[in-house]
T-cell receptor, first 112, second 115 residues
Framework: SQKIEQNSEALNIQEGKTATLTCNYT??????LQWYRQDPGRGPVFLLL?????KEKRKERLKVTFDTTLKQSLFHITASQPADSATYLC???????????FGAGTILRVKS | GAGVSQSPRYKVAKRGQDVALRCDPI?????LFWYQQALGQGPEFLTY????????KSGLPSDRFFAERPEGSVSTLKIQRTQQEDSAVYLC?????????????FGPGTRLTVT
């Protein structure tokens, strides 16, 4: 069956450092992969989308890579700030406009 | 509207009661999704509408769960005879196929607690 794995333990880093979060998947060939941020008591907020034919995407301090051979995506936040502390979810789907399959998320804590 | 809204934000139901959860998507958004999120987990797909048509309901856990979107805008998720395992946050998301984007815009969710 399809499986998406994200770091199960929280990631604690110092302000100013680069945070790297991992998303691995099995038994799946997604057309695209998305990363969302979720704060406590709120719904997920879209951050970045990368398609299967793209290797890297950037947006401000965010960078995502997508390796369809390794079946892995890495999500980087450079120059991290305490305000970046949240749960980060990766999500995949095969088709445009269809349902997303989410990982369980990774909690990121950035300490000042 | 400014974003996806959901009501109520919190709902406490006694086991066996029926509940109705409402979602107001972003105006003009064609597609609407319902997800269920258990504590410490990612959202899990329940059902999907394109306009008023329910195109996928494969994620609904039982026949006690029913969703509708009769006029292609507001949607209601109904749970009959609630059970304790139904306790979760229910998220609604919408997306516009006209922008060319695939990202989903989520509401704040309804936290359902069944006692």
């Amino acid at each position: 069956s399809q499986k998406i794995e994200q770091n199960s333990e929280a990631l604690n880093i110092q302000e100013g450092k680069t945070a790297t979060l991992t998303c691995n998947y099995t038994n799946y060939s997604p057309a695209y992969l998305q990363w969302y941020r979720q704060d406590p008591g709120r719904g997920p907020v879209f951050l970045l989308l990368i398609r299967e034919n793209e290797k890297e995407k950037r947006k401000e301090r965010l960078k995502v890579t997508f390796d369809t051979t390794l079946k892995q995506s890495l999500f980087h936040i450079t120059a991290s700030q305490p305000a970046d502390s949240a749960t980060y979810l990766c999500a995949l789907d095969r088709e445009y406009g269809n349902k997303l399959v989410f990982g369980a998320g990774t909690i990121l804590r950035v300490k000042s | 509207g400014a974003g996806v809204s959901q009501s109520p934000r919190y709902k406490v139901a006694k086991r066996g009661q029926d509940v109705a959860l409402r979602c107001d998507p972003i105006s003009g958004h064609v597609s609407l999704f319902w997800y269920q999120q258990a504590l410490g987990q990612g959202p899990e797909f329940l059902t999907y509408f394109q306009n008023e048509a329910q195109l996928d309901k494969s994620g609904l856990p039982s026949d006690r769960f029913f969703a509708e979107r009769p006029e292609g805008s507001v949607s209601t998720l109904k749970i009959q005879r609630t059970q304790q395992e139904d306790s979760a946050v229910y998220l609604c998301a919408s997306t516009s196929i006209w922008t060319g984007g695939y990202e989903q815009y989520f509401g704040p969710g309804t936290r359902l607690t069944v006692t």
